[in-house]
């Protein structure tokens, strides 16, 4: 009677769900096929709390023993079958292969499997919600969905006909599905497969882990072990190809241990969801009132942003341009699939390597994607053999995939190969990477390639004084060029931004950072300063979530004075023999960098007083680069004077609107066909 209730339950919940029609619409496919089946398909998607308001056993049979809740639905939908006479083929019930889909589980711990917990429950064969990020994906190869197996004794009935039917159960291997030692249960004769009706399916495999996890590859460590595993998902049929390298999802699965070369915890996936961005909750109330303290300018909000920031790493003041610059980048990232063009690469030179290492690996871990790459694993993705027996390939993501969205911070680049930066520079040209697969190696007839696109912002920086052809540099420079040939020079040309920072110039006092070295020495985990109790880490992490969520558009004065400069310092920077020095991508840093001010701003519209910071830090970049020009920026033009109090910052807002009617100037002069209007006009 009970099996009874539940089969009348399943079939009022397919019919009050739509369930029941696209069920008869699968039918109709199948009975319309000009090929004959021994097992025919079905999914079933079910929102488990409909059902458990409907009938609560077959509600508690669903989340917990999910097999059997199968079999029910089997069961139904046999019955409507030949009720309906909607196969004709169809003979026996144990043709109809039920996958039950979850629409998600009760929010509640029990149904949770997290991957930072041991020991993993793999035995109770019941669903779990699991969220992870992609580390590794193989590709697609085949599996036995289904098989029909006939005795060999041909005077036993059971030698015809769908009797013997056997179909894949999450956890089962293909051997458990398909061999050749099953025997008949009427007359114990050895099964044989009829082959022509094995019907096959699509699998993948794809390696996830936690998001906790990530912080194993933040570069910073609060001394609290933790252990963490990444967990093996099985993608079949509809499935495959849904998830991509380096994306976070929610997996409603069926835990199994699967006997490999290696033991693994495996999930048979039921259901595959894109994890979407969480919500930011604002800022905090010291930065807002901050914020309405500096609203009556443009740039004074940003400039004590610079001022106060990570002054748990540097005492305030010092670095402010390189510590702009980073936030600019850090606003730039996104947990949304955004164009490729928002990405803000920071290459810095310097002979401060270990202040410069701290501040970059204090900036990745305000991010949730910040990612400090180790030089001895992979930055973009490679190839292996499948460890679990299936014959496909592999293809591991490396850090540059694991930082989708966010910062990949590749420390000094002195420490890596040359393929590898030529690898690189391709990558920031291209904001892709492809990989070959060769078909002879791993066992297949033709060869592949995947692309995969590379959705990070790239940090580096390298050390002057450590390169052993530093004595060998040239001295024939133009004004304000850096000698920059112990980088690739296309590498150079690749990074968005090039930053000078030197520790013995007078915007990063040598004393102040001496006596803050040694007062972290005797207390680490002390707030030196008024700022640095005001405006805590926690602070600034939702204040990036708040501002790189931000939709921003341009005004029209900001864009006409973004074009002007372009084309105004692309006619200056040309020569007759080597062409334009600005790129083609000139443009876009110029669009990202005042995109990235604004929104540091808090603000959804781009102006001119952005463009024009973005102007002088690129600028400054290309001076570094070639040197000087007619539109001559100072190396601290974006930080002219040390910020004390409100005076100082007066004198910055001054400084800046002279720049401003310079630039102005500027593109008047020698961008022709482009006009400058002012705010009034």
């Given at each position: 009677m009970s099996s009874l209730k539940m089969k009348e339950a399943a079939l009022i919940y397919l019919d009050r769900s739509g369930g029941l029609q696209k069920f008869i619409e699968d039918c109709k496919h199948y009975n319309d096929s000009k090929h004959s089946y021994a097992v025919y398909r079905f999914n079933i998607l079910i929102n488990p709390s409909d059902v458990v308001q409907l009938d609560a056993e077959l509600g508690n049979h669903i989340l917990h023993q999910p097999l059997k809740a199968a079999h029910v639905f089997q069961s139904v939908c046999f019955i409507a079958v030949k009720t309906l006479s909607l196969i004709g083929q169809l003979q026996t019930e144990t043709q109809i292969n039920i996958v039950l889909k979850l629409t998600h589980l009760p929010p509640l711990p029990s149904y949770g499997l997290d991957l930072c917990k041991f020991p993993l429950d793999y035995t109770s064969q019941r669903f779990y919600m699991m969220q992870g990020i992609v580390i590794a994906m193989t590709t697609v190869t085949k599996y036995t969905q289904g098989a029909r197996f006939l005795c060999s004794d041909e005077a036993c009935p059971l030698s015809q006909g769908f009797q013997y039917i056997r179909v894949h159960v999450?956890?089962?291997?293909?051997?458990?599905?398909?061999?050749?030692?099953?025997?008949?249960?009427?007359?114990?004769?050895?099964?044989?497969?009829?082959?022509?009706?094995?019907?096959?399916?699509?699998?993948?495999?794809?390696?996830?882990?936690?998001?906790?996890?990530?912080?194993?590859?933040?570069?910073?460590?609060?001394?609290?072990?933790?252990?963490?595993?990444?967990?093996i998902i099985?993608?079949?049929?509809?499935?495959?190809?849904?998830?991509?390298?380096?994306?976070?999802?929610?997996?409603?699965?069926?835990?199994?241990?699967?006997?490999?070369?290696?033991?693994?915890?495996?999930?048979?996936?039921?259901?595959?969801?894109?994890?979407?961005?969480?919500?930011?909750?604002?800022?905090?109330d010291n930065f807002r009132c901050l914020l309405s303290l500096t609203s009556s300018s443009c740039w004074k909000f940003t400039a004590i942003l610079a001022n106060i920031f990570a002054s748990q790493i540097v005492p305030p003041g010092t670095y402010n341009l390189l510590k702009l610059c980073l936030l600019?980048?850090?606003?730039?990232?996104?947990?949304?699939?955004?164009?490729?063009?928002?990405?803000?690469?920071?290459?810095?030179?310097?002979?401060?390597?270990?202040?410069?290492?701290?501040?970059?690996?204090?900036?990745?871990?305000?991010?949730?994607?910040?990612?400090?790459?180790?030089?001895?694993?992979?930055?973009?993705?490679?190839?292996?053999?499948?460890?679990?027996?299936?014959?496909?390939?592999?293809?591991?993501?490396?850090?540059?995939?694991?930082?989708?969205?966010?910062?990949?911070?590749?420390?000094?680049?002195?420490?890596?190969?040359?393929?590898?930066?030529?690898?690189?520079?391709s990558v920031l040209e291209n904001r892709s990477i492809t990989v070959y697969i060769p078909g002879k190696k791993f066992g297949d007839d033709i060869d592949q390639q995947v692309?995969?696109?590379?959705?990070?912002?790239?940090?580096?920086?390298?050390?002057?004084?450590?390169?052993?052809?530093?004595?060998?540099?040239?001295?024939?420079?133009?004004?304000?060029?850096?000698?920059?040939?112990?980088?690739?020079?296309?590498?150079?040309?690749?990074?968005?931004?090039?930053?000078?920072?030197?520790?013995?110039?007078?915007?990063?006092?040598?004393?102040?950072?001496?006596?803050?070295?040694?007062?972290?020495?005797?207390?680490?985990?002390?707030?030196l300063y008024v700022a640095s109790k005001q405006f805590?880490?926690?602070?600034?992490?939702?204040?990036?979530?708040?501002?790189?969520?931000?939709?921003?558009?341009?005004?029209?004065?900001?864009?006409?004075?973004?074009?002007?400069?372009?084309?105004?310092?692309?006619?200056?920077?040309?020569?007759?023999?080597?062409?334009?020095?600005?790129?083609?991508?000139?443009?876009?840093?110029?669009?990202?960098?005042?995109?990235?001010?604004?929104?540091?701003?808090?603000?959804?519209?781009?102006?001119?007083?952005d463009v024009l910071i973005a102007v002088l830090l690129f600028e400054t970049s290309l001076t570094l680069k070639y040197g000087a020009t007619l539109f001559c920026v100072a190396p601290n033009a974006v930080f002219p004077f040390d910020m004390y109090n409100e005076e100082y910052l007066e004198k910055r807002d001054m400084y800046l609107i002279q720049c401003q009617q310079q630039l102005h100037q500027f593109i008047a002069t020698y961008g022709p066909g482009t006009t400058i209007f002012s705010s009034d006009e």
């Open positions: 999450p956890g089962a291997t293909e051997s458990a599905t398909v061999r050749n030692d099953f025997l008949c249960k009427l007359c114990a004769s050895s099964l044989q497969e009829d082959r022509k009706f094995r019907v096959l399916g699509d699998k993948q495999i794809v390696e996830v882990i936690s998001t906790k996890a990530l912080q194993a590859f933040q570069g910073v460590s609060n001394n609290q072990p933790f252990r963490f595993q990444s967990l099985f993608l079949r049929d509809e499935s495959v190809n849904k998830m991509n390298v380096g994306n976070e999802y929610k997996i409603i699965g069926i835990p199994t241990c699967v006997q490999t070369s290696q033991t693994a915890v495996c999930v048979e996936a039921s259901s595959i969801t894109l994890c979407n961005p969480k919500v930011p909750s604002g800022i905090s600019m980048s850090l606003v730039q990232t996104s947990d949304r699939n955004k164009e490729l063009e928002d990405c803000l690469d920071v290459l810095i030179i310097t002979n401060d390597t270990l202040l410069v290492d701290r501040l970059l690996n204090y900036s990745i871990n305000l991010v949730p994607r910040g990612i400090r790459h180790p030089v001895s694993s992979e930055m973009f993705p490679t190839l292996s053999r499948d460890k679990y027996g299936t014959g496909a390939v592999s293809i591991q993501a490396g850090s540059a995939l694991l930082a989708k969205g966010g910062i990949c911070y590749i420390g000094d680049f002195s420490l890596h190969r040359k393929d590898k930066l030529e690898q690189l520079q692309t995969f696109p590379v959705q990070c912002s790239f940090w580096s920086f390298v050390d002057m004084d450590s390169c052993p052809r530093r004595n060998a540099q040239k001295t024939n420079t133009l004004i304000g060029q850096m000698d920059c040939s112990l980088i690739p020079a296309n590498l150079v040309e690749a990074f968005g931004l090039l930053i000078n920072c030197n520790e013995s110039s007078p915007c990063n006092p040598l004393l102040s950072t001496v006596q803050h070295t040694l007062k972290k020495a005797m207390d680490p985990e002390g707030l805590l880490t926690e602070d600034f992490e939702k204040l990036l979530a708040f501002a790189k969520t931000l939709n921003v558009e341009f005004s029209l004065e900001a864009e006409r004075m973004i074009h002007g400069y372009y084309l105004a310092s692309r006619r200056i920077r040309t020569d007759s023999i080597c062409g334009s020095k600005l790129s083609t991508s000139a443009l876009k840093y110029l669009v990202s960098l005042s995109e990235a001010h604004a929104r540091l701003n808090l603000r959804n519209k781009v102006l001119q007083e």
